[in-house]
């Protein structure tokens, strides 16, 4: 039986970092992603540098069916997902009324449906060997609304709460649901101005490591930093519901100026 760690969204930031972890913990690796040409340069790098076995998919995640079609290319009798990390996902900047249906559509699609599908999909083997990892990657924008990143910091709310009440239903089991909730972090996603950023840009590996670290600790979530700790969970309990709403509002208002 090969044993595989499936990382979507590998071809690039905290995907391709969690990548390149388990690469160099020897396990191998399915590599989803929409570029072809990125998930196969580093598919060639992960191998010839760390000796790993790497099967690459190109799939776009918004689209319905891609998790039922990924789930039956790697059900074979000799290989096992182990470790499973969602990691796709986007966000869109602009009022509700402004961003196009199908936009919108598609970003619930990928952040909600799709990673809901694949947890439910991987969770099930899993469950029946009693051992495996699942790994969500969620975001400090899901512990308040977001206003210019509505339907992203709700996406994101449901990843949070889906992983926490998962990760206790499997409590007695040993298999391990955590989900982590970067900040501010040097991805496309931060460098084009999505999101509510503070204080410096962390690194993706260093995402990483606070996950590794934090799901090692036994926890079922971790937000990565102090200063996102604060603001996260912190103040919103200092401030009202409408007051604190309005804070991130005048910050967004700041970042899209």
């Known amino acids: 039986m090969n044993k ?4 979507t969204g590998a071809s690039s930031g905290i995907g391709k970092a969690f990548a390149e972890y388990y690469a160099k ?5 399915i590599l989803i992603a929409r570029s072809e040409e990125k998930l196969s340069d580093l598919k060639q790098q ?3 540098q760390f000796k790993v076995k790497v099967q690459t998919f190109s799939f776009d995640l918004s689209e319905q069916k891609s998790p039922q079609e990924i789930y039956r290319l790697v059900q074979k009798p000799d290989v096992f997902v182990e470790t499973l990390i969602n990691c796709a996902g986007y966000g869109l900047s602009g009022a509700v009324n402004e961003l196009s249906y199908e936009n919108q559509h ?16 991987f969770l099930e083997p899993m469950l029946k060997r009693n051992t ?7 975001s400090t924008s899901g512990y308040h609304p977001i206003p210019n990143m509505a339907v992203y910091a709700a996406s994101k709310a449901f990843v949070l709460s889906f992983t926490e009440a998962l990760a206790i239903e499997c409590s007695k089991t040993n298999v391990k649901i955590f989900a982590i909730s970067p900040g501010a972090t040097d ?17 993706p590996e260093h995402v990483v490591q606070v996950t590794i670290d934090a799901l090692n600790k ?22 009202p519901r409408k007051k604190m709403v309005k804070v991130v509002y005048n910050i967004m208002q700041k970042q899209m100026e």
Do not use: C, H, W
């Open 218 to 239: 036994g926890k079922i979530s971790k937000i990565d930093g102090v200063n996102n700790y604060f603001t996260s969970t912190f103040l919103p309990r200092l401030l």
């Open 4 to 7: 595989y760690t499936l990382v």
């Open 106 to 121: 598609n970003q619930i699609n990928l952040n909600v449906l799709s990673l809901f599908d694949l947890t439910k999909l």
């Open 132 to 138: 495996g990892t699942i790994i969500n990657v969620a």
């Open 187 to 203: 991805t496309n996603f931060f460098s084009s101005g999505g999101g509510v950023s503070y204080g410096n840009l962390r690194t």
């Open 46 to 48: 992960l191998e010839k």
């Open 25 to 29: 913990e020897k396990k191998n690796l």
